[in-house]
């Protein structure tokens, strides 16, 4: 997809806890607002949260933050966010009995597209692009 539409919003750093999870989505909810992206807000919201605290929980790097960037599509917006590890997520189903790992099928789930890219320096970043519902796109 990354068909991006100019005016990304420039990256944000925040510290590897938990803490920063419920800023960045404060953040983003304010940037999807200013996008006119509100039928995708909530669905947008859960992709960052699920991303951030996967990097928060499994890519910390001492003395390295991680970085969220939201770059708008022609319909949608695409979420960012890298890291310094170079230990890549995988998409796998979790036994029913286990209390984690339902981060990434949740992302696959709610967003058009999602991956994980290389980045100049260590690191990765990983990605998820989501579109407006057919019928919002037509009044937008």
Not at 41 to 65: C, Y
Not at 111 to 127: E, N
Request: net charge positive.
């Amino acid at each position: 997809m990354s068909d991006t539409c100019g005016g990304a919003f420039p990256l944000s750093r925040w510290r590897p806890t938990p803490r920063s999870v419920g800023q960045a989505r404060a953040e983003f909810q304010d940037v999807l607002n200013g996008w006119g992206l509100a039928p995708i807000e909530q669905a947008a919201l859960i992709v960052l949260s699920e991303l951030l605290t996967n990097a928060v929980r499994h890519a910390r790097v001492p003395g390295r933050e991680i970085e969220t960037r939201y770059l708008p599509l022609w319909r949608g917006v695409r979420i960012e966010v890298h890291d310094a590890s170079d230990a890549r997520p995988r998409l796998t189903v979790p036994a029913e009995d286990a209390t984690g790992g339902r981060g990434l099928p949740l992302v696959a789930a709610l967003s058009d597209a999602w991956g994980v890219a290389s980045r100049t320096g260590p690191g990765k970043i990983v990605w998820a692009e989501l579109t407006l519902p057919e019928r919002a796109q037509r009044t937008r």
